[in-house]
């Protein structure tokens, strides 16, 4: 683990592992960044940099709780940058670590080489997602035991319960297989939670859509979105809109996959990732719109 002064004198800490050109990683959550692991085995291809957000893991709790919202906290990415002496670098985010990617990548659209965004959370450029889409991509999985209370427990939030029950009700809706393992991933998430941090990240201020999605449609360096097949906290329509905002995105949907995508097939993952990292740079295309690839396609 290393350590690092972000630009208003908060120690932050960050996570190294694997070999080859860095890739710098940003949890969801906000949360800290262990949880990521070693994306399914990436870490073999690309020396992994896992940032804990500020306020999580072994980063200081800032002073100023507000220095946590979303937008601010592009800043920190920016500061780890300079102390990494990257000119440009790879970036991949993960949920809600979506939102400051982009907003990083329309802040500072010269300093990122390849972006990838996987199961994306769509906070950051105003895309809904509704209830019905929700319903629709979990019911491929009416067979599964758990699924009756969890389904409830959905219906339930969507009309505006969202009690603690029914959040850990849903629980197995964002893993693909909802085994020991993924209960014992979800154990640990829920223990690296802090609420204060949580409620900062959201914050009044903390998302301007509409200058978002306007620096995006300028953003030309290659983008890969990554969607879950089953995953109703980012589902492949979703998604889909979400890649429509770059001039140059791909979208993959993962086959059978929530929202931990590298859980459910850690070498489909890796070697999605790797392979469009790898990929030359080509010229943006001459047309807005993002070129969309079919379920189970290997980027």
Not at 15 to 26: F, I, M, R, W
Not at 163 to 176: D, H, L, M, Q
Not at 190 to 215: L, W
Request: hydrophobic share 45%; net charge negative; glycine share 10%.
């Amino acid at each position: 683990m290393e350590f690092f002064t972000s630009y208003d004198g908060t120690e932050l800490a960050y996570h190294v592992s694997g070999q080859g050109p860095v890739l710098v990683c940003l949890p969801g959550g906000p949360t800290a960044s262990d949880y990521l692991g070693d994306l399914g085995g990436l870490s073999a291809r690309r020396r992994l940099i896992r940032l804990d957000i500020r306020g999580t893991g072994r980063s200081a709790v800032p002073e100023d709780l507000t220095s946590c919202r979303c937008d601010r906290l592009v800043d920190d990415v920016e500061a780890l940058r300079e102390h990494l002496g990257l000119t440009r670098m790879d970036l991949l985010a993960h949920s809600a670590g979506a939102n400051i990617a982009v907003q990083y990548a329309g802040r500072h659209p010269q300093r990122v080489g390849r972006l990838a965004l996987i199961t994306p959370s769509v906070r950051a450029v105003g895309i809904t997602i509704s209830g019905e889409l929700r319903r629709e991509t979990v019911r491929p999985r009416r067979d599964e035991p758990w699924f009756p209370a969890a389904f409830a427990a959905l219906e339930a939030m969507g009309a505006g319960q969202v009690t603690p029950e029914n959040v850990k009700a849903i629980a197995p809706f964002s893993y693909g297989r909802w085994d020991e393992a993924a209960q014992a991933h979800k154990a640990a998430e829920d223990e690296r939670a802090n609420p204060e941090v949580v409620a900062a990240f959201g914050a009044e201020g903390a998302f301007a859509a509409d200058a978002t999605r306007a620096a995006l449609s300028r953003f030309t360096q290659p983008v890969l979105l990554v969607a879950g097949q089953v995953d109703p906290g980012a589902p492949p329509p979703a998604v889909a809109e979400f890649a429509e905002l770059f001039p140059n995105a791909e979208l993959v949907v993962q086959p059978g996959a929530g929202h931990f995508p590298w859980l459910d097939d850690a070498d489909r993952f890796a070697a999605t990732i790797a392979a469009f990292l790898g990929r030359p740079s080509a010229p943006a295309p001459s047309a807005s719109r993002a070129s969309v690839l079919p379920a189970g396609h290997q980027a």
